[in-house]
């Protein structure tokens, strides 16, 4: 039963404009939360996270945002590059537990 | 920077043959992770290893044994392996087990015939 959910698969993207990777998640007990990328061939690399007291964390171009009451997790990415084209995964955690993967999306930036 | 290393990258194995994969971490972590990725679904935890000399049961264990020989290297081995184990397997390790990122290896995809 997955506790984390991507239903977007993929996205196409046209350079500059914005992405926006949606996860939801279904365990309340979630408190920490994470995006990872992931290119062809290699390991998923850590590329912002959150905690569920904020709703919200930037990172240059990266922005989480938390909705907890919908246990909804995105982020957006702005302006978009054609070497953000990767797969994104996100993660949740519960303190003391094991992090739990969405399925990924993948994203294509089109130049 | 090595970061996590896996060793090998690719094998072919024939069912019920044994393995061992390898990893290696340089960046003094404590905690280490083996997680397997399967098409349709997210990484999923093996096992687990919190600090030296310990080792845990993730979300799917079975067929699986593992040994954290020291702070920096932790190994998956499959006993008599199965075509349901045919996979991409990810070592990641992290300073702690808790609300803080893992760093992965560049994973070592297994086919099992």
């Known amino acids: 039963d997955q506790q984390v959910k991507q239903n977007s698969p993929s996205l196409s993207v046209q350079e500059g404009r914005i992405s926006i990777l949606n996860c939801d998640y279904t365990?309340?007990?979630?408190?920490?939360f994470l995006w990872y990328k992931k290119y062809p061939a290699e390991g998923p690399t850590f590329l912002i996270s959150i905690s569920s007291i904020k709703d919200k964390n930037e990172d240059g171009r990266f922005t989480v945002f938390l909705n907890k009451s919908a246990k909804h997790l995105s982020l957006h990415i702005v302006p978009s590059q054609p070497g953000d084209s990767a797969v994104y995964f996100c993660a949740a955690l519960y303190t003391g537990n094991q992090f739990y993967f969405g399925t990924g999306t993948s994203l294509t930036v089109i130049p | 920077n090595a970061g996590v290393t896996q060793t090998p990258k690719f094998q072919v194995l024939k069912t019920g043959q044994s393995m061992t994969l390898q990893c290696a971490q340089d960046?003094?972590?404590?905690?280490m992770y083996w997680y397997r990725q399967d098409p349709g679904m997210g990484l999923r935890l093996i096992y687990y290893?919190?600090?030296?000399?310990?080792?845990d049961k993730g979300e799917v264990p079975n067929g699986y044994n593992v040994s954290r020989l020291n702070k920096r290297e932790f190994s998956l081995r499959l006993e008599s392996a199965a075509p349901s184990q045919t996979s991409v397997y990810f070592c990641?390790?992290?300073?702690?087990?808790?609300?803080?990122?893992?760093?992965f290896g560049d994973g070592t995809r297994l086919s099992i015939l």
């Open positions: 290893s919190a600090s030296e000399g310990t080792t």
């Open positions: 990641a390790s992290s300073e702690y087990k808790g609300n803080q990122p893992q760093h």
């Open positions: 365990n309340s007990m979630f408190d920490y």
């Open positions: 960046m003094n972590h404590n905690s």
